[in-house]
Structure formats: structure tokens, C-alpha cells
């Protein structure tokens, strides 16, 4: 039992490339997030979905699209990279709207 | 925006002692109370949930206490290990309809020192 897993776990871009940060849960979850976490900033929302077919911003969404693609996947899409958004970025999911979430391990991006 | 605020950032316990995090928040409509734990080059885990409803909840070496007239709530590590070490963040949600942000505090750094 994976869990939520995340690709890639470290990525270099530099500015104005584009990438795709793609998650996968296999809890039969319905809710999935994109969380970022900066130093000192502690745990910001990106997007989430809360269920199939639906997306919705969270705190922090300028720069980023997500794509749920089915109930398992849910991406974050970066169009063009800026060095602020150099991050750790954290995929989590949750069964419902319970607060009890599942993290993946993280994906660390830096922007140069 | 809705705010959890939490304190201290950082804490250094001795092996033994007791470790205590402070958070308060502001929206009385939050009905749920969780607390994540953080291994450094790891996501943050679940670590013990408290509902408004009750004042005390104990797993283990973790408690949670919970003031519902004072807006606060805290983690309370009894017999703290080095084990312990990583950074935890409190967090509050509203479990009612349409709602889906999860509000998390800016975490505290815990050292276990032996």
C-alpha cells in the first residue's frame, strides 16, 4: 500500500521553463491538495479537488493550474517557473472533508 | 484570512522532559483540531486530533489540551525522546459543507536532546 506518491522528489528548472508535478493516491480517496512549504511559512494551499471533477484555488494559486484527471491523480502544472516558487511542494488527499490528510513525501523544486 | 497562530518556533527539550506547543485560533466555526508531525525529507503525518467537544485527549506520551473559551489548544509531549525530534504544526478545520482548507499553523521545530 503506496500511499500518495509524488514525481519527481527534486527538480531544477530554470526561470520560465515549464513542468508538471503529478500525484497519485491508491486509498480510494476523494479529496486530493497541493500544499507548498516554504521555511517559516509553514503549510500553504495551492488547489485542491475535492472530489472528482472539481477543482478549487486555495490560499496561493497565482502561477500554478492543476488537473485532476481522475479519482487516483491529481497534477500541478507550472507554466513558467519563477524563482519564488522555489519550494518544497507536498500532494496530500483525505476521504472527505475530515482534516485528516495523507501526505506524500514531497517534491523539492528550485528555480533559477 | 483565517488564522492559526502557533508558538514557539523552535524548542529544545531535554530527554524526559515535557514539550508543550501553544496554538490559538481565531474562527469559532473550526470543529476539528488536528496536530501533524514532520520528520525532516518527509511529508507531515497525522499525529493526534482533538474535536471542541471535550477538553483533554491522550495518546500515548501525546496530549492535546483544548480551551474552547480561550481559543487555544496545545500539544503536551510527556517523557519527550529523541525520537521526537522534527517540527509539528497544529491545525484547525471546519468539517461543514464546502469547506476544504485545512488552516495550519507556521510549525515548531522540536530538539530531543539527550
Known amino acids: 500500500n503506496a500511499g500518495v506518491t509524488q514525481t519527481p522528489k527534486f527538480q531544477v528548472l530554470k526561470t520560465g521553463q515549464s513542468m508538471t508535478l503529478q500525484c497519485a493516491q491508491d486509498?480510494?480517496?476523494?479529496?486530493m491538495y497541493w500544499y507548498r512549504q516554504d521555511p517559516g511559512m509553514g503549510l500553504r494551499l495551492i488547489y485542491y479537488s475535492a472530489s472528482e471533477g472539481t477543482t478549487d484555488k486555495g490560499e496561493v494559486p497565482n502561477g500554478y493550474n492543476v488537473s485532476r484527471l481522475n479519482k487516483r491523480e491529481f497534477s500541478l502544472r507550472l507554466e513558467s517557473a519563477a524563482p519564488s516558487q522555489t519550494s518544497v511542494y507536498f500532494c496530500a488527499s483525505s476521504l472527505e472533508n475530515t482534516g485528516e490528510l495523507f501526505f506524500g513525501e514531497g517534491s523539492r523544486l528550485t528555480v533559477l | 484570512q483565517q488564522q492559526v497562530k502557533q508558538s514557539p518556533q523552535s524548542l529544545i527539550v531535554q530527554k524526559g522532559g515535557i514539550s508543550i506547543i501553544n496554538c490559538a485560533y481565531e474562527?469559532?466555526?473550526?470543529?476539528?483540531f488536528p496536530w501533524y508531525q514532520q520528520f525532516p525529507g518527509k511529508g507531515p503525518a497525522l499525529l493526534i486530533a482533538?474535536?471542541?467537544?471535550?477538553s483533554e485527549k491522550k495518546e500515548g506520551r501525546f496530549t492535546i489540551s483544548f480551551n474552547k473559551s480561550a481559543k487555544q489548544f496545545s500539544l503536551h509531549i510527556m517523557d519527550s525522546q529523541p525520537g521526537d525530534s522534527a517540527t509539528y504544526f497544529c491545525a484547525a478545520h471546519y468539517t461543514g459543507a464546502g469547506s476544504y482548507q485545512l488552516t495550519f499553523g507556521k510549525g515548531t521545530k522540536l530538539s530531543v536532546i539527550p
Open positions: 482533538i474535536r471542541p467537544d471535550v
Open positions: 474562527n469559532t466555526a473550526f470543529d476539528y
Open positions: 486509498m480510494n480517496h476523494n479529496s
